[in-house]
């Protein structure tokens, strides 16, 4: 079992339309939680960021953490087309050196 | 240029040379890091730095070579490659304060025929 499950889709929705985005994980040892975004060709870009559980917000985007479930969300408000790219959950603790354990990425489309 | 660039972007090779990937940092992060990026499996990290003459190996280190005498580069290379090599290689770079936020390159998409 992955330390990281992320459904990789492809997931499509409409412009405007509210995008849930999914993680679970099996480590209790991780504490930080990020999200980050990948467009096609293009190195990951760090989106969202958390420590333990609880929500963060930041504009039409709002990260979501479940310690006693060990899920993770990533909401995305009024979807964009420029929002259609890869999107990566990653994780972290336990380390001394900052390894992060990535989810698979859910590839989205968002359609005007 | 600022930020984190990766040499080349696209290489094709055959199996059996040795490659070499670059990675260059201009914000003196102590610590940098190579990941693989294959579908199914996301990233996976090689090998990573915490600062010049010190690295070590990752979760998928076998066949690949690393080293750092500045801290600005850490270039990582394929002694031999292999087929299973093919994939995209991704640099990354963090402070040491805050390790786990990692800045990304725009990666190397290597094939190895």
């Known amino acids: 079992q992955k330390e990281v499950e992320q459904d990789p889709g492809p997931l499509s929705v409409p412009e405007g339309a509210i995008v849930s985005l999914n993680c679970t994980y099996s480590n209790s040892a991780f504490q930080y939680f990020m999200w980050y975004r990948q467009y096609s060709r293009k190195g990951p870009e760090l989106l969202m960021y958390?420590?333990?559980?609880g929500n963060k917000e930041d504009g039409r985007f709002t990260a979501q953490v479940d310690k006693s479930s060990k899920y993770i969300s990533l909401f995305i408000r009024d979807s964009q087309p420029s929002d259609s790219a890869t999107y990566l959950c990653?994780?972290?603790?336990?380390?001394?050196?900052?390894?992060?354990?990535f989810g698979q990425g859910t590839i989205l489309t968002v359609h005007p | 240029d600022a930020g984190i660039t990766q040499s080349p972007r696209y290489k094709i090779t055959e199996t059996g040379r040795q490659v070499t990937l670059m990675c260059h940092q201009t914000?003196?992060?102590?610590?940098m890091f190579w990941y693989r990026q294959d579908l199914g499996h996301g990233l996976r990290l090689i090998y990573y730095?915490?600062?010049?003459?010190?690295?070590d190996k990752g979760e998928v280190p076998d066949g690949y070579v690393v080293s750092r005498s500045k801290t600005e580069n850490f270039p990582l290379t394929l002694e031999s490659a292999t087929r299973s090599q093919t994939s995209v290689y991704f640099c990354?770079?963090?402070?040491?304060?805050?390790?786990?936020?990692?800045?990304f390159g725009a990666g190397t998409r290597l094939s190895v025929l």
């Open positions: 730095s915490a600062a010049a003459d010190i690295t």
């Open positions: 990653a994780t972290e603790g336990g380390t001394s050196y900052g390894k992060l354990t």
């Open positions: 990354a770079s963090s402070d040491a304060v805050a390790k786990n936020i990692q800045y």
């Open positions: 958390t420590y333990s559980s």
């Open positions: 914000w003196s992060h102590s610590y």
